[in-house]
């Protein structure tokens, strides 16, 4: 081989790996995220049921509902509007009553959101940035932002 | 009064750092000796300053004086004794003097064992590293004092995240710190070089060695941090593809890709221009991951407190840092004489082609990881990108490398025959093979991913031993004369072997704890029994306990196979009194390789209780393939080609030479 054709194989075999991870993180980016909504959005959008969302917002006082088989339901509000969430595992420990919460699923068919994750908290005075900036949209936040300490 | 002298402490060192910036380099440009002499005790000095302060907030916490704005605010005096030292880098604060104490550190060493560097390249690189250190030391005495007094101190302190007070705290941050900084050292020496226009063969000795020890610490600073948050969260994961886990794992494939590009620079002089911008890189990625972690951007649990003034400060450093190593490798890097012609089928061209595969799945990560951020910032739209993301562009760019992996090492230099390669690595080929079908038999039609995925964890495990045997031409020789050339194998050829066996192991862990993990989540009564993977786990009851700082609801379990006794767990929830904050105690037992793993929810008030019971089989072999991957390090650095210490003076090397080959 001559020093040419060498150089072409290494940078033809380049190029081919990078168009390889390209075409996979272009796929990969149009099919695979989670868009996140708060409650109003999901009362005004009309979201496809079946699709994977992430709602947030501030679990209803009064709302949870513990069933057997570890089954849970409570309701997601952002103040104006309401959600319903079934879920079936272990809540988070600082899931509580009008603390924000950040949940992952899809919407059912009968309008129920249907989640498969719950996100943990790691720390008791921390608010979920998506939440607060929901609430905020809703006019219904006033305190420091993610203020940990 | 103390804690004044730790402040004083560090703004000495930061005094020192721009004294250690500026005369060492231009005695370097200009060839003056006496200014380059100063580095290596400036560098000795800032240490030794940095050390003080650090000591100093040390001794705060241990006393608990909480007239300390950091200490009130993240310790506690019923705190054990442990946490108040842990406790030290708990914190936004603390952790960046930490972060601070070992890159100085780095600068130590370099100043202290560099005498055989020549001596401006020594000055150059001590240079560049005190930038690194005067931008962050600025940093923390702006934005981020730890030394800051409260005037009317309180006498009880907020307490420390109880998440963090775990002996996790002890062993994570530091080994990951000593990774993440570690790689400054290769990036100040890449800076150095190109000032200097020139990589000359102590150059290339000297990045490996610091390379293969910052990517050794942080393999297991990696490990620890993915076991921590397994034990301790209570959901039984052990990788998230968090944002603040890509941050450290970026760098660490940057680091990975580095490490083999550094063999190709050392042995043939080949791709120094690649590897130059390889280590700028992969410090630019632990930059990256400082901010990301740092700057509260994200929201984790390694996010102390946010601060916009942090963020933007340390969003100043990484344009500086990165934005200027990179226009001086525009400007520079092609004054690099480059060398060493190889043919595509080569041990350099397997190199080449790990590097590659390497980037791209580095680049895949940090995508995912921007990408989220960077649409929030523009459009205001909020998205997560999670793991089905990541495993379908990381997982498919890992195949073909992992494929690749067993005839890197058995090709030879230069020109390779990849059929003779073959030939040798049939049995590692058989045995992927087997341990295939055997699978695949056992779960049948169930899972078709899975028995390949273990094939090709023993295909990776199998070619590493595959390695030594050809090696030591174990079948050609006889086994005596192959012992004694197994004995006088050198270290850099055991630490590949060990470190890719290791990552076969990890692979295996891997596919088999996600593949054939068995769960359970149920709402469980005293005398309850519920059946997983041929273990009967039988509620008996909970009952209150107390701990130093905390109180908490413990659950007895016991666990029995076949009516046999096999162990009994105490799962927990924890309510930490001065936060008032609950956490989840896994109870874990380990069979084998394998876990059984329970964590409890709420009680629910009649005695019933919810429940997670997992079955993960050999899953702790994903932590143990790490450890294995740390050892390869350390057998490589053990080399005796690689001794700290650069090129030995021509009459020993002639001596060494005609001494008989070992």
């Known amino acids: ?149 | 009064m103390i804690v004044e002298l730790g402040h004083y402490a560090l703004v000495l060192a930061f005094a020192l750092t721009l004294v250690q910036c500026v005369l060492p380099l231009w005695g370097a440009l200009s060839g003056d000796e006496r200014l380059m002499a100063i580095a290596p005790p400036a560098s000795v000095t800032t240490f030794v300053l940095v050390l003080i302060s650090f000591v100093v907030l040390t001794i705060a916490y241990l006393n608990s004086d909480f007239s300390v704005l950091n200490v009130l605010q993240n310790s506690h005096s019923a705190k054990p004794l442990l946490y108040k030292f842990t406790g030290v880098w708990g914190n936004h604060e603390g952790s960046m003097l930490l972060w601070i104490l070992i890159l100085v550190f780095f600068g130590a060493l370099v100043g202290l064992f560099g005498g055989n560097l020549p001596k401006d390249l020594k000055a150059a690189t001590l240079a560049v590293q005190a930038w690194v250190s005067a931008g962050f030391i600025l940093f923390l005495l702006a934005t981020s004092n730890p030394f800051t007094r409260v005037v009317n101190p309180p006498l009880e302190g907020a307490d420390l995240n109880p998440i963090l007070q775990d002996i996790g705290l002890a062993i994570h941050p530091p080994l990951l710190y000593v990774g993440y900084v570690g790689f400054s050292i290769t990036f100040s020496f890449a800076v150095a070089a190109l000032i200097l226009g020139r990589t000359d063969a102590a150059w290339a000795r000297w990045v490996r060695p610091w390379t293969l020890l910052a990517w050794c610490f942080l393999t297991l600073g990696i490990a620890m941090g993915s076991y921590w948050a397994y034990y301790e969260l209570g959901w039984g994961g052990w990788w998230f593809w968090d944002p603040v886990e890509n941050a450290s794992f970026m760098p660490w494939l940057a680091g990975t890709a580095l490490l083999h590009s550094a063999i190709v620079m050392e042995k043939r002089e080949a791709l120094k221009v690649w590897t130059v911008l390889l280590a700028i890189f992969t410090f630019s990625l632990s930059l990256l991951g400082t901010f990301l972690v740092r700057s509260g951007v994200l929201t984790s649990v390694h996010a102390f407190a946010t601060d916009p003034a942090r963020g933007v400060f340390i969003l100043g450093l990484l344009c500086f840092f990165i934005g200027g190593s990179l226009a001086l490798y525009a400007w520079r890097a092609p004054m690099l004489k480059q060398g060493g012609l190889f043919a595509p089928i080569s041990r350099e061209g397997g190199l080449v082609l790990n590097n590659l595969f390497l980037t791209a799945a580095c680049a895949a990560v940090l995508v995912g990881t921007l990408y989220p951020l960077a649409l929030d910032a523009v459009t205001g739209e909020k998205i997560s990108v999670g793991a089905p993301f990541f495993n379908l562009t990381f997982g498919p760019l890992m195949i073909p490398l992992l494929l690749a992996v067993p005839f890197g090492p058995i090709l030879s230099w230069k020109r390779g025959d990849l059929l003779a390669a073959s030939q040798r690595l049939y049995a590692a080929f058989g045995l992927a093979l087997l341990f295939t079908l055997v699978t695949f038999w056992a779960w049948g039609m169930e899972k078709v991913l899975a028995p390949l995925g273990v094939g090709l964890a023993v295909w990776v495990m199998a070619g590493a031993v595959s390695e030594i045997v050809t090696r030591v031409k174990a079948f050609e020789i006889g086994p005596k004369r192959a012992f004694s050339r197994l004995v006088g194998l050198p270290g850099s050829a055991w630490g590949t072997a060990t470190a890719h066996f290791g990552v076969g192991v990890t692979v295996l862990g891997i596919v088999t704890a996600s593949a054939f993990q068995e769960e359970h989540i149920v709402t469980m009564r005293p005398g309850d029994t519920v059946q997983l993977a041929g273990y009967e786990v039988t509620f008996d009851g909970a009952a209150p306990r107390r701990g130093p700082n905390y109180t908490e609801e413990v659950g007895h379990f016991t666990i029995r196979q076949a009516g046999a006794l096999v162990t009994e767990l105490d799962p927990s929830k924890r309510i930490y009194t001065a936060r008032q904050m609950p956490t989840t105690e896994a109870g874990i037992h380990t069979i084998g390789f394998s876990q059984l793993y329970l964590s409890m929810g709420e009680s629910r008030g009649d005695g019933a209780i919810d429940v997670r019971v997992y079955f993960k089989p050999l899953i702790t072999l994903i932590w143990i393939g790490c450890v294995i991957m740390s050892f390869g390090a350390v057998f490589s650095m053990a080399d005796r080609r690689l001794r700290i210490g650069a090129p030995k003076p021509a009459a020993r090397r002639k001596t060494a030479q005609a001494a008989p080959a070992e």
Do not use: C
């Open chain 1, 1 to 149: 081989m001559t020093r040419k054709q060498r150089r072409l194989t290494l940078i033809g075999s380049a190029g081919a790996v990078l168009a390889v991870a390209l075409a996979l993180i272009l796929f990969a980016l149009n099919d695979q995220i989670v868009f996140f909504q708060s409650p109003t959005d999901i009362t005004e959008k009309s979201i496809p049921a079946g699709q994977r969302i992430r709602l947030g917002g501030l679990v209803e006082e009064g709302s949870v509902v513990r069933a057997d088989n570890a089954e849970v339901s409570f309701r997601v509000t952002d103040m104006a509007n309401v959600v319903a969430v079934t879920y079936k595992g272990i809540l988070p420990d600082l899931f509580r009553e009008g603390q924000g919460v950040v949940t992952e699923g899809i919407i059912g068919p009968d309008g129920t959101f249907v989640a498969d994750s719950v996100l943990a908290k790691h720390d008791e005075n921390y608010m979920p940035k998506e939440v607060a900036e929901a609430l905020k949209d809703q006019g219904h936040w006033q305190g420091g932002e993610g203020e940990t300490n």
